[in-house]
């Protein structure tokens, strides 16, 4: 029940807006329960009066004082029931919209912990027991307490002493519900996990459909979902069995109860105490009044149901992004493209090992910097790191001199691009692929940003052009196609700083091919920060840093490092023809001639100190 109340003082904030209509509902459910009282009353007279005597005269008040009563609580339930129906699903709206506005900032780590189908599980499902407690079960509660309270007057009114003798097996409903409302919590728990499982599993191998094939792995991945749909109908049936075997245990003290009243009542007609209209009325309250009370008593279960779900979101909403915006933020100035690491360290959330250590280097306006290194060796984590995932744990990471934890996020990633090592698409047409690196941005800015990506021929020669559909595993496109998307989509960023991690990676030599010359002008004038393994523009860098075991190695220049015969050259190897004869980017950027629209920007003849870690941007 802690559980339970924590979590409703939790959720319950969410109400706000609409309580005003959680008010109008309950006044709805007030006057329906009303009406009710009054039917039974009315058939009452009717009994005793009407029928008995068999007078049509005494039946036409009463008939037409029902049918009155009866289209009230039928307007009033229609209206009562649709403005709850509004109001619970406006709060899982807003529930939902809450949950997933938070799992977006959650850090990477936190998407490596939790599948995805399980995620699914808890936005959709659990967010709607949420619902069931918070505000079905609150309208609930009241509309069953007032309406039992009715019946309970009622039959008091009726005959007090019978009332109080019938009232006697109502606590049997409570007893029943606490006894069952553990067992059905762990059903509802293990049924969301299965069902989180089954999501994942369907998930994870379709879109690893293609390994599933090659490796013959079909009847593997059938295991998988077998193992988890059992798991789920174990959970679903016993869940179901529980709740069936409730049911029926209430129906069986339900009938318990109507057989005392009419013993009773016998009893009392017999010895002329009670007329039949009186009885029929006193038996109609009391079968009313057992749905509400075994309303009350499901509410345990529904709430403990409900608290399985608000675990699994809680522990969502527990969850806290690993970076934020600065108290006191920088204002936001016209980056140049200094970038510099000092000292930086860094282990991921609950690494014993730290990933970066000790890392220092600094990239100019203009400037592309390579990091290279064996596979682990922490290269992706400085790009990480750079774009803001993560803070380091010591050191300071500056933008044009301010530490990036002074900087707005929103700003940081619209000054720094990031090129990831999966080509990321989104669902939609090409154009929109593109347009996501400047919202807003013109037909013609994304054709040019095309033509300088060299995709605009393949993307013309699709059926619908830049409309054709794509969606993420399911475009018609080639690697090599889809990155010159993704580079498109960073030119039209027009970030004076880039993250290109592993660009060729996943690519064959002729797709690769392709890829550099767009990638030549996407560097053009921005400081880039290449992580890669493939060594190929290696010539062109101003610097190159070799990271072995999160620690920088080597830094310096191509022919400097093969030179020296250090970890650089055993990486580097004998070079592929390609980047010898490759020509050095910014000497090349203007060979690229008119299809090359990128305008350069300015750097500015003075770089700040490399020591010097400003607060304040340069101007
Ligand atoms: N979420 C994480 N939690 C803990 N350790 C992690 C996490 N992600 C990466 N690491 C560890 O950090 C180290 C550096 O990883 P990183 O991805 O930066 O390597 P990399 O040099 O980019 O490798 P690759 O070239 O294979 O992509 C590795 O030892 C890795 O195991």
């Not at 009054?38 to 009407?50: G, M, R, S, V």
């Not at 996501?436 to 020669?461: L, N, Q, Y």
Request: proline share 5%; hydrophobic share 45%.
């Amino acid at each position: 029940m802690r559980e339970a109340r924590e979590a409703f003082r939790r959720f319950w904030p969410l109400t706000r807006g609409d309580r005003k209509w959680l008010a109008v509902i309950i006044a709805c459910v007030v006057v329906s329960a009303l009406s009710e009282t009054a039917a039974i009353l009315i058939f009452a007279d009717l009994t005793d009066n009407a029928l008995k005597s068999g007078s049509l005269s005494d039946f036409w008040g009463p008939a037409a004082a029902w049918l009155g009563v009866a289209a009230l609580g039928a307007l009033v339930g229609y209206f009562g029931n649709s403005l709850a129906t509004w109001t619970a699903e406006r709060f899982v709206l807003r529930l939902r919209a809450n949950v997933f506005r938070h799992v977006q900032g959650l850090p990477p780590h936190f998407f490596q912990k939790h599948r995805q189908g399980d995620l699914v599980e808890r936005l959709t499902g659990d967010v709607e027991a949420i619902e069931q407690m918070v505000v079905s079960g609150v309208v609930g509660t009241i509309s069953a307490a007032f309406s039992a309270v009715f019946y309970a007057c009622a039959a008091l009114y009726l005959r007090w002493d019978l009332a109080l003798a019938t009232f006697v097996l109502a606590p049997l409903f409570l007893i029943a519900a606490r006894r069952f409302s553990g067992r059905i919590k762990q059903a509802s728990t293990d049924e969301r996990v299965a069902d989180g499982a089954i999501t994942s599993v369907v998930e994870e191998s379709l879109g690893n459909v293609v390994l599933t094939q090659a490796y013959n792995r079909r009847r593997d991945e059938e295991k998988r979902l077998d193992v988890e749909a059992r798991a789920w109908m174990k959970a679903s049936v016993r869940g179901a069995r529980l709740s069936e075997m409730y049911e029926q245990f209430v129906e069986v003290v339900e009938t318990l109860c109507v057989l005392a009243v009419i013993g009773l009542g016998v009893w009392e007609i017999s010895a002329d105490r009670m007329t039949l209209g009186a009885l029929l009325a006193f038996a109609a309250f009391i079968g009313y009044l057992y749905p509400p009370v075994r309303n009350l008593g499901q509410l345990g279960l529904t709430l403990t149901a409900a608290t399985a779900g608000a675990a699994r979101i809680n522990e969502i909403l527990d969850a806290t992004p690993s970076v934020g915006d600065p108290s006191e933020p920088v204002p936001a100035w016209p980056v140049h493209g200094w970038v510099s690491f000092h000292g930086v360290t860094f282990a991921y959330p609950g690494a014993i090992r730290n990933s970066v250590d000790e890392v220092t280097f600094r990239a100019d306006p203009g400037e592309l910097v390579i990091i290279t290194g064996e596979s682990g060796a922490g290269k992706s984590t400085l790009s990480k790191l750079l774009t803001r995932f993560y803070d380091p744990s010591a050191g300071v990471i500056c933008l044009d001199g301010v530490p990036l934890r002074d900087v707005p996020l929103e700003f940081l990633r619209e000054n720094v691009a990031l090129l990831p090592q999966q080509t990321l698409i989104l669902n939609g047409t090409v154009r929109e692929n593109i347009e996501c690196g400047r919202p807003g941005a013109t037909d013609e800015e994304i054709e040019r940003a095309a033509r300088s990506a060299a995709a605009h021929d393949f993307i013309a020669a699709l059926p619908e052009g830049y409309d054709t559909q794509i969606a993420p595993g399911t475009a018609a496109l080639s690697g090599g196609q889809l990155q010159r998307i993704a580079i498109a989509r960073a030119m039209l960023r027009e970030a004076p700083v880039l993250v290109l991690d592993e660009p060729t990676a996943g690519l064959d030599s002729v797709a690769a091919r392709q890829v550099i010359q767009p990638l030549r002008r996407l560097m053009s004038g921005r400081t880039t920060i290449m992580i890669t393994h493939d060594l190929s523009l290696a010539p062109d860098a101003d610097r190159i840093l070799v990271v072995e075991g999160g620690r920088l190695v080597e830094t310096g220049k191509h022919a400097e490092l093969v030179a020296r015969g250090g970890a650089y050259a055993r990486l580097a190897g004998p070079l592929p023809e390609m980047a010898i004869t490759g020509t050095g980017r910014h000497r090349s950027h203007r060979s690229h001639g008119s299809e090359d629209t990128m305008t350069l920007r300015q750097v500015p003849p003075q770089a700040p100190d490399e020591t010097m870690i400003l607060r304040l941007p340069l101007k």
